[in-house]
């Protein structure tokens, strides 16, 4: 599981839109293309080995402020002392991720009065996955490492981090030294030492070195209260059972989007370079995941035998047609079944499936679209209508229609379609459907048909 702090995510890219200077807002489109493309190279680099990836994002009002009022208080005082529109930022930031949790193939975890690092701790927790990555130069994540199956890598510094540290340690002095960044004191300093911009009361080296044994910390009454305050705010194995309830309900209610809006969603924000290489975003290639969901031969011969027998409205699919080819025993059979359904349509579909001049001028693989589950013969179009429009696929057929318009009509038409004959069509496309479909070869069309070596009746 890759696990991204996409708070951690937006923010850089926002500083690196705007080169560091925040004065004026950057595009917002500007923004979600690098943020989007940031997405896309983490999925690219460690799908393979860490498999689906999971949003994390931050909740505003966290549940730590409820137990301690001055966490991340300087942040906030910095903001209002700030030049920068950080209203207009996080509006943006808002916005983006409200669009990411429609439209990308992805679970986004947005829980109130969470944290992203509440909802990655908890996940890493429920040990479901063989192998986890967190994408976030936080360095408390690093406490997080002691399952052993845990990773770190730094956006920022483009490497994996933590791993010569020992998390308990490490854990251990963060308790001690607490966080400034978070408006969280050390050990010996009260709760409020930041509002009076005082200095905290120092832990040299020797010190934390020596209390990294927490049986050697002079544990009084005050110091065992900021110890145990700290702990509350930096363990991340303290989140509260009701926290941590709401994040894993969150999760099992959560749904991946289904993959065929990302095309539509990078068509209307107009993301070209991105639309290129729509493959990036998914946990595997199409092709990979089409193959994986079927058996050896694609279709059993059950299977086949049961799809044959389905007419619906007696308008027979051209799956079905050609599953009748695939239960025939010998070729003349499989032949004759051809030339029973002989039409212009049942033609093209096959000229386009088998003809090596034909080009299709579509990505390969299996487009992001949704299946038509309607009954044969119901609500669906066929192949025989849609085959005329299948020019406007072939390269050279329809040069006045740009790619993208051209991949959205192809998934219209798959759209339309009894999911079955959409199969069909996308291993025409794809020049497989004589692995689909047994015996329905090159040679045995142009018999058939009476068809020469170039497709035509000599």
Same mark, same amino acid.
């Given at each position: 599981?890759i696990l991204?702090?996409?708070?951690?995510?937006?923010?850089s890219?926002?500083?690196?839109?705007s080169?560091?200077?925040?004065?004026?807002?950057?595009?917002k489109?500007?923004? $979600?293309?690098s943020i989007?493309?940031?997405?896309?190279?983490?999925n690219?680099?460690?799908?393979?080995?860490?498999?689906e990836?999971?949003l994390c994002?931050?909740?505003?009002d966290?549940?730590r $402020?409820d137990?301690?009022p001055?966490?991340? &208080?300087q942040?906030?005082?910095g903001r209002?002392?700030?030049?920068?529109?950080?209203?207009?930022?996080f @509006?943006?930031?808002?916005?983006?991720?409200?669009e990411?949790?429609t439209k990308?193939?992805?679970?986004?975890m947005?829980?109130? @009065?969470?944290?992203?690092?509440?909802?990655?701790a908890?996940?890493?927790?429920?040990?479901?996955?063989?192998?986890?990555?967190?994408i976030?130069?936080?360095?408390?994540f690093?406490?997080?490492?002691?399952?052993?199956?845990?990773? !770190?890598?730094?956006?920022l510094?483009?490497s994996?981090?933590?791993e010569?540290?020992?998390p308990?340690?490490?854990?251990r002095? !963060?308790?001690?030294?607490?966080?400034?960044?978070d408006g969280?004191p050390?050990?010996?300093?009260?709760?409020?030492?930041?509002?009076?911009?005082?200095?905290?009361?120092?832990?040299?080296?020797k010190?934390l070195?020596?209390?990294?044994?927490?049986?050697n910390?002079?544990?009084g009454?005050?110091t065992?209260k900021?110890?145990?305050?700290?702990?509350?705010?930096?363990?991340?194995?303290? #989140?509260?059972?009701?926290?941590?309830?709401?994040? #894993?309900?969150?999760? @099992?209610?959560?749904k991946?989007?289904?993959?065929?809006?990302?095309?539509q969603y990078f068509i209307?924000?107009?993301?070209?370079?991105?639309?290129?290489?729509?493959?990036?975003?998914? @946990?595997?290639?199409y092709g990979?995941?089409?193959?994986a969901?079927?058996?050896p031969?694609?279709? /059993?011969?059950?299977?086949m035998e049961?799809?044959?027998?389905?007419s619906?409205?007696? $308008?027979?699919?051209? /799956?079905?047609?050609?599953?009748?080819?695939n239960?025939?025993?010998?070729?003349a059979?499989?032949?004759a079944?051809?030339?029973? &359904?002989?039409?212009?349509?049942?033609?093209m579909?096959?000229?386009?499936?088998?003809?090596?001049?034909?080009?299709w001028?579509?990505p390969?693989?299996?487009?992001?679209?949704?299946?038509n589950?309607?009954?044969?013969?119901?609500?669906?179009?066929?192949?025989?209508?849609?085959?005329?429009r299948?020019?406007?696929?072939?390269k050279?057929?329809n040069?006045e229609l740009?790619?993208?318009r051209?991949?959205?009509?192809?998934?219209?038409?798959?759209?339309?379609? &009894?999911?079955?004959?959409?199969d069909?069509?996308?291993?025409?496309k794809?020049?497989?459907l004589n692995k689909?479909f047994?015996?329905?070869?090159?040679d045995m069309v142009?018999?058939?048909?009476?068809?020469?070596a170039?497709?035509?009746?000599?």
């Amino acid at each position: 599981m890759i696990l991204i702090d996409l708070n951690q995510v937006m923010i850089s890219n926002l500083m690196a839109q705007s080169r560091g200077d925040l004065s004026e807002l950057p595009s917002k489109d500007a923004v $979600r293309h690098s943020i989007l493309n940031t997405i896309r190279a983490f999925n690219v680099k460690f799908r393979e080995e860490f498999g689906e990836v999971v949003l994390c994002a931050d909740a505003a009002d966290p549940w730590r $402020r409820d137990i301690f009022p001055n966490y991340k &208080h300087q942040r906030r005082k910095g903001r209002v002392e700030s030049k920068i529109d950080w209203d207009g930022l996080f @509006k943006i930031m808002s916005e983006i991720r409200e669009e990411f949790s429609t439209k990308l193939p992805y679970k986004l975890m947005h829980v109130d @009065k969470c944290e992203a690092d509440d909802i990655i701790a908890t996940l890493v927790a429920q040990r479901t996955e063989d192998k986890y990555l967190i994408i976030s130069g936080d360095k408390d994540f690093i406490q997080l490492q002691h399952y052993g199956d845990v990773y !770190q890598f730094s956006p920022l510094l483009k490497s994996f981090m933590g791993e010569s540290s020992d998390p308990i340690v490490f854990l251990r002095e !963060q308790i001690i030294k607490g966080d400034r960044s978070d408006g969280v004191p050390n050990i010996l300093s009260d709760d409020d030492i930041f509002l009076r911009d005082e200095r905290q009361k120092p832990i040299n080296k020797k010190r934390l070195a020596e209390w990294a044994d927490t049986d050697n910390i002079p544990l009084g009454s005050e110091t065992r209260k900021y110890f145990e305050r700290n702990k509350k705010l930096i363990d991340l194995s303290m #989140i509260p059972k009701e926290i941590s309830e709401s994040i #894993i309900n969150k999760y @099992k209610d959560c749904k991946d989007n289904n993959r065929s809006l990302l095309l539509q969603y990078f068509i209307d924000n107009k993301l070209k370079a991105l639309i290129e290489n729509i493959n990036d975003f998914w @946990k595997h290639i199409y092709g990979e995941i089409k193959m994986a969901e079927r058996n050896p031969n694609l279709i /059993s011969p059950k299977t086949m035998e049961a799809m044959a027998s389905t007419s619906g409205s007696g $308008r027979e699919l051209f /799956s079905e047609i050609f599953t009748k080819v695939n239960n025939a025993k010998v070729k003349a059979d499989k032949i004759a079944v051809l030339r029973k &359904h002989d039409t212009p349509a049942m033609r093209m579909i096959l000229k386009g499936a088998f003809d090596p001049k034909i080009e299709w001028d579509l990505p390969p693989g299996i487009p992001p679209f949704i299946r038509n589950e309607a009954p044969a013969g119901t609500e669906h179009t066929y192949l025989d209508n849609e085959a005329k429009r299948l020019y406007n696929f072939i390269k050279g057929g329809n040069n006045e229609l740009n790619k993208i318009r051209k991949e959205t009509l192809f998934i219209q038409i798959l759209e339309g379609l &009894h999911q079955k004959d959409a199969d069909v069509l996308i291993d025409v496309k794809n020049g497989t459907l004589n692995k689909t479909f047994k015996g329905l070869t090159s040679d045995m069309v142009k018999e058939a048909f009476g068809w020469n070596a170039d497709f035509v009746k000599p």
